[in-house]
Structure formats: C-alpha cells, structure tokens
C-alpha cells in the first residue's frame, strides 16, 4: 500500500468504532475534496500575479472560451458559472472598473445586456490560463505519468456522469 494520508487515518477511526461501515466511498470522495482544496489554494496563487481570483478567471475565461466577438448575456455567463445573478453582478462590476470587460446593451432586447470581453482581459486571461494550467501540471507530474492521469481524467468523468453533474 502506498503512504498512507489523514483519509487513511479517519477510515481506520471508522473501522474502529464501526467495522461494519464501507468506507470506500468515504476516502474516495475526502480525498477529491482535499484536492480541490490545495489544488484550490494554488490556482488563487497562480491568478494572484494577474490581479484576480478564481472566480473572476472563470467570468473572463468563459467569454474568451465563447470565441469572437467573446460576447455573453450576464444570464449565459451565470448559467455557465451556476452563479446567482446577484453574485455574477459583483464580478462583472469589479472586472469592468479593471478594464478588463465591458457591459452593453443588447441590440436584440431592450431590457439586456451584452457583457464583451476587452482586449486587455483577452491578453489577460490567456495568461493566467497559462500560470493555471502550469500549476495544475505541476501538480500531476508530480504525482502521476501521463497514461495515469489520462485514466484518472477518464474515472472523474465516469464518476460525474454518473451523478449527472
């Protein structure tokens, strides 16, 4: 068995107290929360040189993956994001006074917006999404080879589709 990690040591609490209880599904899942959170903490450290967090790489991202004109309704950008409207307006505003974006109204509906990413946020989110990748790298070929991560790429799929996340 390869070293053993705090996931280890609560499952061993467990079988302890409750050696009837399967535990799989429980180190399973700790072990992708612990990831999501270091992984979490070095993602903010890769985007902190570029002057924005997660959440707003994500805003720009999401534009700039959307091709040109990187045009969106704050509606589009907030389904795609699972975010409230509320929550989306907060981002939009802070990425707008950095230039980083721009709100229109929307030719084909009065009541709309167009959210449109500008030139310097295109430069920008290319690369952050750069310094992201990197760490994220960096990450895996620590710990994986690429036929490795390929697989566990392909088991986290598996596992979400079967959820329907």
């Known amino acids: 068995m390869d070293s ?11 079988a302890v107290v409750r050696p009837d209880l399967d535990t799989v599904p ?4 700790g072990r992708i929360y612990r990831l999501s959170s270091a992984m ?16 707003e790489f994500d805003v720009l991202a999401t534009l700039r993956r959307s091709g040109e004109p990187y ?4 509606r589009e950008l907030s389904a795609t994001l699972m975010l409230t409207t509320g929550g989306m307006t907060g981002r939009l505003d802070k990425l707008e ?9 929307d030719p084909h509906d009065r009541r709309g917006l167009r959210v449109t990413l500008s030139e310097r946020g295109r430069e920008l989110v290319d690369q952050a999404v750069g310094a992201g ?13 690429a036929d490795e991560a390929e ?9 979400l589709d079967s959820m329907g996340a």
């Open 97 to 105: 006074r950095a230039g980083l974006l721009s709100r229109s109204p």
């Open 151 to 159: 697989q566990l790429a392909g088991l986290l799929r598996k596992l």
């Open 4 to 14: 053993q990690d705090p996931v280890d040591a609560i499952t061993a609490q467990w």
């Open 71 to 74: 045009t969106l309704s704050p």
């Open 40 to 55: 979490a903490a070095r993602i903010d450290k890769a985007y902190a040189p570029f002057g924005i967090s997660r959440g």
């Open 133 to 145: 990748l990197s760490a994220q790298r960096e990450a895996l070929e620590g710990a994986l080879d």
């Open 26 to 29: 429980m180190a399973v899942f």
